[in-house]
């Protein structure tokens, strides 16, 4: 309407962004790695999608582990939160290694925010082991393990999700 100031997205409203290189995310995954090693074997892990998918073939990789199941969950429309779909379950296989309450499965996301999509996958799994490479701090009950944690108001802006681009100089009105 004429008038209403704009609405403002997560971001804009914060001016907090924290945006991760292919670099760094694979060094955080490597050292979610590191943790989870501790805590392991996992018969399977439990990539929730699509954002899990990265972080869950790095770890997959390096903890030795060859049976990878996703469980598809959307909600967010870029920056803001809708009712949260499950596209597809747990398969009945990877159900089963884990004794039908996830014990000994890894379930794997890049980040915990809310936290509305790990309880979800919580309750479907409760033995399950839940890590996230970042976590927010209404999330962070939830997880498990994860490696590092930003405000609530940071939005993090992911490798796949970003490109390199060019940036005006400070002196002519970059933020
Ligand atoms: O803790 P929450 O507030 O629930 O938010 C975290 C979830 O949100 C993002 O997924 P999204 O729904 O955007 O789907 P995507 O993984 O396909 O990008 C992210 O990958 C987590 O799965
Ligand atoms: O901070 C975030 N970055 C990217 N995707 C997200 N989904 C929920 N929170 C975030
Ligand atoms: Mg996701």
């Not at 924290?18 to 996992?42: I, K, M, Y």
């Not at 903890?63 to 803001?80: E, F, M, N, P, Q």
């Not at 919580?122 to 399950?128: S, V």
């Amino acid at each position: 309407m004429a008038g209403e100031a704009p609405e403002l997205n997560a971001q804009e409203k914060a001016g907090k962004a924290f945006p991760v290189s292919w670099d760094q995310f694979h060094r955080d995954c490597r050292a979610l790695t590191w943790r989870l090693n501790e805590v392991g074997p996992f018969h399977a892990v439990i990539a929730i999608t699509r954002g899990g998918l990265v972080p869950a073939a790095i770890v997959a990789r390096e903890l030795g582990v060859r049976v990878i199941d996703t469980v598809c969950i959307a909600s967010y429309d870029h920056d803001k939160q809708g009712e949260l779909q499950v596209l597809k379950g747990i398969s009945e296989q990877a159900m089963n290694l884990g004794g039908g309450t996830g014990k000994g499965l890894l379930i794997v996301d890049d980040l915990v925010d809310t936290g509305k999509t790990g309880r979800l996958v919580r309750e479907m799994l409760p033995d399950a082991h839940f890590a996230t490479v970042y976590a927010k701090p209404k999330g962070r009950p939830l997880v498990d393990t994860f490696i590092t944690e930003v405000s609530q108001d940071t939005w993090i802006f992911f490798p796949w999700d970003t490109a390199l681009s060019y940036h005006p100089p400070l002196r002519d009105g970059a933020a």
